[in-house]
């Protein structure tokens, strides 16, 4: 695996990326909205109901970039996760 990993001058395949991060990269539908107006925050929508919720210039929406959003919480995103579930 590590002579793969080191041969830089090839595309990794498929089977090695998932060796590498644990399984299959892709979005699990875990997205969230930002309302610039009232400063409220959906969690946990998917990526279409997210996208499709902005309505101004202030609104946000992310998926995989929401750690690096400054308006995002991922403690009360949790919260709200876990609230599916109950």
Do not use: P
């Amino acid at each position: 695996m590590k002579k793969t990993i080191l041969n830089l001058g090839t595309k990794l395949s498929k089977e090695v990326l998932k060796e590498i991060t644990g399984g299959v990269i892709q979005s699990s539908g875990r997205c969230a909205y930002y309302n610039g107006e009232t400063g409220k925050v959906n969690y946990n929508i998917s990526s279409s109901h997210a996208q499709n919720s902005l309505h101004n210039s202030s609104d946000h929406w992310c998926c995989d970039s929401c750690n690096s959003a400054s308006w995002f919480d991922a403690d009360d995103a949790m919260n709200d996760f876990w609230e599916d579930y109950r």
